[in-house]
């Protein structure tokens, strides 16, 4: 599992100081950034030539609310992988260890030319299969 932390701004929060519930999806996509980071890739995964990574699908379950100045721990696992696409799980925790929201999404690789589906490359599956964990 791939740990991060974010730390919850004032400008995250609605009024009442909670995080405002599309902006977990920021906190994970960044944590996502971190986790694309550390395979330490040849190439601009984010740039390149060749292809881009959409999200096909994201999800969020609220447990508990997040609030302003609190640190959250993200931790990632990939629980499906495909030659072509796979989908991250983010467990966001508070300070207490408390799961507050579990967020998934499902990314697919395609040509960037194009748009046809395309296998991933061999340095990015490796990366994330060190990552995968399958649910029972």
């Given amino acids: 599992m791939f740990t991060t932390k974010k730390k919850i701004n004032f400008f995250d929060c609605d009024p009442a100081g909670i995080l405002f519930f599309g902006r977990i999806f920021e906190l994970c996509h960044s944590a996502y950034e971190d986790l694309i980071a550390s395979f330490n890739l040849k190439e601009d995964y984010w740039n390149n030539n060749e292809y881009v990574v959409p999200i096909l699908n994201s999800e969020a379950h609220y447990h508990k609310p997040m609030k302003y100045g609190e640190i959250i721990s993200i931790e990632i696992k990939v629980s499906k992988l495909k030659s072509s696409s796979f989908e991250l799980e983010y467990m ?42 399958q649910s029972e």
């Fill in 92 to 133: 966001c925790k508070n300070e207490s260890g408390e799961e507050c929201t579990v967020v998934r999404t499902v990314h697919v690789f395609v040509e960037r030319a194009t748009w046809k589906k395309q296998p991933m490359k061999e340095e990015i599956q490796n990366g994330l299969a060190k990552y995968f964990y």
